[in-house]
């Protein structure tokens, strides 16, 4: 489903606020547990595991809950319960509490059966909570749990413990995830700018699966941004290419996937429009999108 609003309109945002409603037992247990899973623990995947038994501990009343690391702009779900094909969270609403730096709680300003506008990432949840993990300013990563159950819906509280986990474990963090994504699958998207709420959706529900993704919104200004293509294209494992009217026709395009095929990538074209295709790639696996979206991401995940 295409969501043409902003989700902000939609739902009700809660952020912290300096009362404090934490039992102090309950801080010395946490922090106690956090720091002895700090020094058991060997990379981030395995600490966020072992957090994920306080998680389960303090918030047995939250459906889904989900640990986030933070690269390169990149949120990568690490660990998630239950284990799906993907982790289910708004992007939206991460980023923004990443950006800000503040934990929030959010639940929907109507009823959960009235209203199937709202993106799919929060069609079926009641309310949620997302808690940054940062230190010294430096975005680390991100904490998400939520309730589809309008009788389980969190309290500020709650809001309170989650940030608290999420500070107490920045330092743990920190030291771990300088270089951690690199385990992860990377891909590089080729497209127009005319095609870029695609391409936006794409990236985000790859990241959901555990796969990275770079395309042109990570060049910086004063970059020289043939180079930092060229250099993105050669690290990626494959290219996607979206192609459209506008993208075949566009030089630079077609100048990343013949750098794509001269590197020896895997390609991963996708006839986003009806349009002609180039001559060597008719013999190409082409992937026809007919508005399944879904289906559309599964198989290019398995591609990868």
Same mark, same amino acid.
């Given at each position: 489903?295409?969501?043409?609003?902003?989700?902000?309109?939609?739902?009700?945002?809660?952020?912290?606020?300096?009362?404090?409603?934490?039992?102090?037992?309950?801080?010395?247990?946490?922090?106690?547990?956090?720091?002895?899973?700090?020094?058991?623990?060997?990379?981030?995947?395995?600490?966020?595991?072992? %957090? +994920?038994? !306080?998680? $389960?501990?303090?918030?047995?009343?939250?459906?889904? =809950?989900? &640990?986030?690391?933070? *690269?390169?702009?990149?949120?990568?779900?690490?660990?998630?319960?239950?284990?799906?094909?993907?982790?289910?969270?708004?992007?939206?609403?991460?980023?923004?509490?990443?950006?800000?730096?503040?934990?929030?709680?959010?639940?929907?300003?109507?009823?959960?059966?009235?209203?199937?506008?709202?993106?799919?990432?929060?069609?079926?949840?009641?309310?949620?909570?997302?808690?940054?993990?940062?230190?010294?300013?430096?975005?680390?990563?991100?904490?998400?749990?939520?309730?589809?159950?309008?009788?389980?819906?969190?309290?500020?509280?709650?809001?309170?413990?989650?940030?608290?986990?999420?500070?107490?474990?920045?330092? %743990? +963090?920190? !030291?771990? $995830?300088?270089?951690?994504?690199?385990?992860?699958? =990377?891909? &590089?998207?080729?497209? *127009?700018?005319?095609?870029?709420?695609?391409?936006?959706?794409?990236?985000?529900?790859?990241?959901?699966?555990?796969?990275?993704?770079?395309?042109?919104?990570?060049?910086?200004?004063?970059?020289?941004?043939?180079?930092?293509?060229?250099?993105?294209?050669?690290?990626?494992?494959?290219?996607?290419?979206?192609?459209?009217?506008?993208?075949?026709?566009?030089?630079?395009?077609?100048?990343?996937?013949?750098?794509?095929?001269?590197?020896?990538?895997?390609?991963?074209?996708?006839?986003?429009?009806?349009?002609?295709?180039?001559?060597?790639?008719?013999?190409?696996?082409?992937?026809?999108?007919?508005?399944?979206?879904?289906?559309?991401? $599964?198989?290019?995940?398995?591609?990868?």
């Amino acid at each position: 489903m295409n969501y043409e609003g902003k989700i902000q309109d939609k739902i009700k945002i809660t952020y912290d606020s300096e009362l404090n409603h934490i039992e102090e037992n309950d801080r010395i247990r946490i922090l106690s547990k956090i720091i002895r899973f700090g020094c058991q623990a060997e990379n981030v995947t395995s600490l966020c595991q072992l %957090s +994920l038994e !306080v998680l $389960n501990e303090y918030y047995p009343h939250a459906q889904r =809950k989900t &640990f986030l690391t933070h *690269s390169n702009n990149e949120l990568i779900p690490r660990i998630f319960f239950p284990h799906f094909n993907k982790a289910h969270f708004s992007s939206t609403l991460a980023n923004e509490s990443l950006e800000k730096g503040l934990s929030f709680i959010w639940s929907k300003k109507v009823s959960l059966n009235q209203d199937l506008s709202l993106p799919s990432s929060l069609i079926k949840v009641c309310s949620a909570i997302y808690a940054p993990v940062i230190i010294r300013n430096q975005k680390i990563g991100m904490i998400h749990i939520d309730s589809i159950s309008d009788n389980n819906a969190f309290s500020h509280k709650d809001l309170q413990l989650l940030t608290m986990i999420a500070n107490t474990l920045a330092p %743990s +963090l920190v !030291v771990r $995830n300088s270089c951690d994504h690199d385990m992860y699958p =990377k891909v &590089f998207i080729s497209y *127009s700018h005319k095609d870029k709420d695609f391409v936006l959706k794409i990236a985000r529900h790859l990241r959901k699966k555990q796969i990275r993704v770079w395309f042109d919104e990570r060049i910086e200004v004063g970059n020289i941004w043939k180079q930092a293509i060229s250099d993105a294209i050669k690290y990626a494992d494959c290219l996607i290419w979206v192609a459209s009217p506008d993208s075949i026709k566009s030089e630079v395009t077609l100048w990343e996937v013949n750098l794509a095929r001269i590197e020896e990538k895997i390609i991963i074209p996708i006839k986003y429009k009806n349009c002609k295709l180039p001559t060597w790639a008719l013999d190409i696996q082409w992937i026809n999108y007919d508005q399944n979206f879904e289906s559309l991401i $599964n198989i290019i995940s398995a591609r990868v």
